[in-house]
């Protein structure tokens, strides 16, 4: 009998809890277009498809962010709002929104504040993607575990490919920049400025903002920290895996130059020879005819020099000391390059020298000296790390360099080495920290793969990780009680790297001479 009362009594209490969640009231923050009504996660509030500017549809498509409209009453904040336009370009992107839209600049809150008096530190997040794909509600990303280290995270959609990055003579014509292209920077840049505006509302400090990225992410962090448009808006960075710099001989070009190839691409391929005629088009076809160029190989729709968002290039405006002078995190993964550099041939010391003739003509020996492999194994090791370097590392090193030759604050450089514990379908089968894979760390979200077998190890390196970002949030220097020493990246101390695995440590960097080799041979 005294059992059955206490399952009796314990169901009794949990069915109370659930009804009480359930009649709990809706959190609500009023901000300045209205107000919205989030959802409780525990003891984080979450708001989320929040309008930060108009949709960017008929006449406001390839034009800047406008403001969002106000709105009456409570608008419901608990589900994510619709991604930018994208064809299915990334297996491995889960999405939790309705789907693609034009109407698609929303942004999302995760709060621990428990009111609107605090000044927690913000982290603003930039997915990657390759500026075209990508959205701000994969589960990978969600902002609910590491807004427990205290942090109020915010992540935003901003538009892609054609629709971000079209640079259309008329476009250029008809602003009072003259500017084209570069409108999903725009829209992060509008995302920050609402962050300035609403923050304090949800519990947070307008004045200690840090953003944050992966990959496109990563660049666009890079680039939002060259701009000038985002004085007052930033004051911390955190990249990882990209950045703004050349890596191998390509540069950003001017929307002049490239205008006059869009202009073709709207005429040929939406049969539409002027800005007001390619806005006609619907979002579908513009979608399906910029998705078959860039199946084509013809070329993608990138961000460009536009005289506004960037004056000059990202690598000019660092060497002129122009940028943002504000603490930055940058790092990358081990294996960025995982997967054959030359599908037709097992890496061998002899297709290493190979290559190296192929890509170092005339400076080839200085390239076998940092890239050494004496049998197989090195050898496909180092033209691994080769791939990854011209892919990512290289120009993420060059982002650190850049700022620490022209800037004041601290610099932290960071490499992640844990392989993910499941089997990669990359060649060989190998367990390997690729390109994207520190992601679930960062934000504690683990539980965002279930289908992976995680081992403690994960889970301690994804909960330093989250110390590490969020102290770095907090005061711009990651360290903190509990965690290994992680040094500045200077001559001083001999450009320490932390480098993040099971056992987490700091060391010179044993690789800082191919980097010093890539540079002068990329060197114009």
Known sequence: MTRFCSVLCAAFLALSVAIAAQAAPAPKVKIDTGTVAGKSEGAIKAFLGIPYAAPPVGDLRWKPPAPAAKWEGDRDATKFGSRCMQGNVFGDMIFRD????EDCLYLNVWSPAKHGKEKLPVMVWVYGGGFVGGAASEPRQDGTN??????IVVSMNYRLGVFGFFAHPDLAAESEHHAAGNYGLLDQVAALEWVKRNIAAFGGDSGNVTIFGESAGSFSVCSLMASSLTRGLIHKAIGESGGAFSATGLRLETADAIGPRHAQFAEESLGAKTIAEARAVSADKV???????????AFRFGYDIDGYFLPKSVAEIFAAGEQNDIPMIAGWNHDEGAGPVDPNNKPTPATLKALAE???DGKSEDFLHVYAATNDEQAARVTTDYAGDRFIAYATWKWLEAQKATGKSPVYHYRFDMALPFDSKRPGGAMVAFHSSEIEYV???LGSKPWVKWRPQDRALSSAMQKYWSNFARTGDPNGTGLPKWPAYDSATGYQTIYLNSQIKAEKDPQRDRYLFLDQAWKK
């Open 98 to 101: 309705p789907g693609i839209s």
């Open 358 to 360: 192929k890509d170092f």
């Open 443 to 445: 934000f504690g979200a």
């Open 287 to 297: 979608l399906a005819a910029a998705e078959d160029t860039r199946k084509g190989g």
């Open 146 to 151: 590491l807004a427990k280290q205290g942090v």
